[in-house]
């Protein structure tokens, strides 16, 4: 079963970077697609970015030019850079990995721990 291991989470003062990485492990698997997505005290989660295959990455318009999205395929590893951070940006972060078994054509979605992101100064 695949599994995901999120970390670089923490307190940041704003207008500060934080580089969040995410690893999924477990047997053999095809990754079709990765991606951050982050729920605030009282709101709903919502997709921060997302990376598939060779295509161009997709990033929220409230994070488009302070995060980068990156991804290591060698090793099953997304990551988020996140720069000029803001308060608003104060959340739980989560990793999601959508990925096939060897044969077969049904995709499976998998979620990280979450981390915490705080920006406060």
């Known amino acids: 079963q695949v599994q995901l291991v999120e970390s670089g989470g923490g307190l940041v003062q704003p207008g500060g970077s934080l580089r969040l990485s995410c690893t999924a492990s477990?047997?053999?698997?095809?990754?079709?697609?990765m991606g951050w997505y982050r729920q605030a005290p009282g709101k709903q989660r919502e997709s921060v970015a997302a990376?598939?295959?060779?295509?161009?990455?997709n990033y929220a318009d409230s994070v488009k030019g302070r995060f980068t999205i990156s991804r290591d395929n060698a090793k099953n590893t997304v990551f988020l850079q996140m720069n000029s951070l803001k308060p608003e940006d104060t959340a739980v972060y989560y990793c999601?990995?959508?990925?096939?078994?060897?044969?077969?054509?049904?995709?499976?979605?998998?979620w990280g721990q979450g981390t915490q992101v705080t920006v406060a100064s």
């Open positions: 999601n990995v959508a990925y096939r078994l060897p044969g077969s054509y049904r995709q499976f979605d998998v």
């Open positions: 477990g047997g053999i698997f095809s990754i079709n697609a």
């Open positions: 990376i598939t295959g060779a295509a161009s990455p």
